[in-house]
């Protein structure tokens, strides 16, 4: 990937609907993974994220696996992932997407990609959407610089100008919370009333950070830095695709449990560490994910480190 393309991938897989963040279910089915942020599953808060690229995920060798945890000092679940089956044995993923359902996604992704950086939006489809959801749409802010990011952040959380190996900031793009203030109904009559293929009414920001995904660079080798809030993330629970498929193993960095994943595809091994801890009484995880051997078993530390040195 190339300097130029770093920044826009890493602002394009804040919107994939293969990365489904803090969600509000209010549907009871499960329609398919390939889906947006916002419809996936019944009544809880949940955190899901599927194994693809820049989220790898090891495999185990034995099926029998159910879960694996992450625990506090005290003994306390941060962080477990299970696989996608465990959350509700009549869910079925969908495999390829329906034409209309098709034209739906298309359409908001259109729409998306012209909003201006750091903006969100309720965004109401009028066409291709007979169940009328109405979504909470946003271009995540892009920062080419390190300081200008840390001005944006304030003192919420640290960000590392480097990571071990010689990899260097590149890239970022950040979310804060949306205030979900809006009335569905005025959204509604105004399409129909002007005949609008979509309307959109701006929402505004919390001060509150989401999610940051950051790109490290060193020669034309990557490191992505993902932080998110995980707080109110029911069960503390991110499921997985095809869990049992996958090798992983949790190791120890001090006091900090670490999950350590790594998955071949193809020709590529991919890797990555999960941790989640306690900053300003509310849960951070970060990901740091890698591919070829930038990231062992045996560097785990430095990088845990270096992320968490400070604030």
Not at 282 to 291: A, C, L, N, P, T
């Amino acid at each position: 990937m190339s300097p130029n393309k770093s920044q826009k991938s890493i602002k394009d897989l804040f919107n994939d609907p293969r990365i489904p963040q803090e969600i509000d279910i209010s549907n009871q089915v499960m329609t398919k993974i390939k889906r947006d942020k916002e419809r996936f599953f019944v009544k809880y808060k949940v955190s899901i994220l599927v194994a693809i690229g820049l989220i790898a995920s090891l495999t185990t060798g034995y099926a029998a696996v159910q879960y694996y945890q992450l625990k506090n000092e005290k003994g306390e679940v941060l962080y477990q992932e299970k696989d996608i089956s465990q959350f509700d044995s009549k869910s079925e993923i969908v495999q390829e997407l329906d034409p209309e359902t098709e034209k739906y996604d298309n359409k908001r992704w259109e729409i998306e990609s012209s909003l201006e950086p750091g903006t969100a939006a309720a965004l109401y489809i009028a066409v291709h959407n007979p169940t009328k959801v109405i979504e909470k749409s946003f271009n995540p802010f892009a920062f080419s610089t390190l300081a200008d990011l840390r001005q944006k952040l304030g003192n919420q959380i640290f960000v590392p100008e480097t990571l071990p190996g010689g990899f260097t900031f590149s890239d970022a793009a950040l979310t804060f919370g949306i205030k979900e203030e809006f009335d569905k109904e005025a959204l509604y009559k105004k399409a129909e009333q002007e005949k609008k293929e979509y309307v959109i009414q701006p929402l505004e920001w919390t001060n509150e950070m989401d999610r940051l995904m950051a790109t490290y660079k060193s020669g034309e080798n990557y490191i992505h830095l993902n932080i998110r809030n995980y707080e109110g993330v029911e069960d503390s629970t991110t499921y997985i695709v095809d869990l049992d498929q996958q090798k992983k193993q949790v190791v120890k960095v001090g006091q900090i449990e670490v999950l350590y994943t790594e998955e071949t595809r193809k020709d590529r091994v991919y890797k990555s560490i999960v941790w989640v801890v306690e900053i300003s009484g509310k849960k951070i995880q970060y990901e740091v994910s890698s591919r070829g051997n930038t990231l062992t078993k045996d560097n785990i530390s430095q990088f845990v480190n270096a992320v968490i040195q400070k604030k």
